[in-house]
């Protein structure tokens, strides 16, 4: 992948206010859990490495990633703390991470039955989380039957096994509407219900996202798993506010690269979607959707020189055009997420032009923008 070094457009991400956030968070909990900083997809594209250096700073017990690459990029990093990948993983996998000291979670009996074979002929241990699934439909255990076996089966192979923790995850706990209430606190009740067959807990018992842990605070649990929230962002999009405190940390950036004077009737872009109603000031700015800037951006306010512009003509995919009220100069800078002074470009106002969520769009911003910090 090529970094646009020589371009000037890049994503900036504020890292004190990645380290705010988890101090704020931490004053927050109730139970005064440990912190899990979500670090998965590049840390929401804010950058894996730095996000998970800030959050060693302040302190946390460890970092969840989605995949064994990214766990083995932070020990590749030094970073030392525990790493659990949240997906689970072809059993031919466990020996690399118990090599690496990555936490495996685990949601079927099988995974443990044919990783233990390798174990055991490499003389390995690998610590291991189990999933429950209490109404995610994704992956985990789903009844106590299940999680018996499987706890039995790690009790009695305890040379190449470690059980290091037990967690579910919710899938409705960003919203205050009734049935997504209803439903978390079917979750949780499961979740209760499923670990009452085991004889002891292991170390760490995870159950709470950010959502979870801003509004569902009785949701237990010694650990939390810290995700959007740790970025400033709601998961909750714009229904339930969270704490003020809490800062966003991206912020994205490029500057005017040309302007020129279009006439009454000129189109602009592709398709021609676009046709001046009068003699206008067009500048290109050199961000598109291959960086993550959607073709569904057409229409949307860019701030330029403190003033809210439209982008006029189809999103290409590596340039964009906006009508300005002026002939403003090349390499004025160009805020399309972010605030200066009162003018505020959020997040999730991108969203709500994409009709999507904030995780996807810092996601989104692609490799090909540079972060810089
Ligand atoms: C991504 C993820 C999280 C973090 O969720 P946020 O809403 O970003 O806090 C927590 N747990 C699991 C299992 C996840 O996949």
Not at 136 to 149: D, H, N, W
Not at 277 to 292: L, N, V
Not at 311 to 325: H, L, N, S, W, Y
Request: glycine residues 8%; proline residues 2%; contains cysteine.
């Amino acid at each position: 992948m090529v970094v646009g070094i020589h371009r000037k457009t890049y994503a900036k991400v504020d890292l004190s206010a990645i380290k705010h956030n988890i101090v704020v968070e931490k004053k927050q909990l109730a139970n005064k859990q440990n912190i899990f900083a979500v670090v998965k997809a590049n840390a929401y594209g804010h950058g894996i490495i730095e996000v998970a250096k800030a959050a060693h700073e302040v302190g946390v017990a460890g970092y969840c990633v989605a995949i064994i690459d990214e766990a083995l990029a932070l020990r590749k990093a030094g970073l030392n703390e525990l790493i659990l990948v949240l997906g689970v993983n072809p059993f031919e996998y466990a020996s690399l991470m118990a090599k690496n000291n990555i936490s495996a979670t685990v949601g079927d009996i099988d995974f443990l039955k044919k990783a233990q074979v390798v174990l055991s002929t490499e003389k390995q241990q690998l610590s291991v989380h189990l999933a429950l699934d209490t109404g995610m439909g994704r992956i985990g255990f789903r009844t106590q039957k299940e999680l018996r076996e499987a706890a039995d089966f790690i009790k009695q192979h305890s040379t190449e096994f470690n059980f290091e923790g037990i967690f579910t995850h919710f899938s409705t706990a960003d919203s205050g509407e009734k049935v997504a209430v209803d439903y978390y606190e079917k979750q949780i009740a499961e979740f209760n219900e499923l670990i009452s067959c085991l004889e002891e807990l292991p170390e760490y018992v995870h159950v709470a996202n950010s959502a979870a842990s801003i509004w569902h605070k009785e949701c237990g649990g010694n650990t939390i798993r810290f995700g959007i929230t740790m970025y400033g962002l709601n998961p909750s999009s714009d229904e339930l506010s969270i704490p003020s405190e809490f800062k966003p940390a991206i912020s994205l950036l490029s500057e005017v690269a040309a302007i020129k004077k279009i006439k009454k009737n000129d189109s602009v872009g592709y398709g021609k979607t676009y046709t001046a109603k009068e003699d206008e000031w067009i500048a290109t700015i050199p961000i598109g959707y291959a960086d993550g800037w959607l073709r569904k951006m057409q229409g949307f306010k860019i701030l330029i020189a403190d003033h809210f512009c439209e982008i006029v003509g189809r999103v290409c995919m590596d340039q964009i055009m906006v009508k300005v009220p002026w002939k403003m100069a090349v390499g004025t800078t160009v805020i399309l997420i972010g605030k200066k002074g009162q003018k505020e470009i959020r997040v999730q106002d991108v969203a709500d032009q994409v009709g999507t969520i904030h995780y996807e769009v810092t996601c989104l911003i692609s490799e090909r923008v540079p972060r810089i910090y």
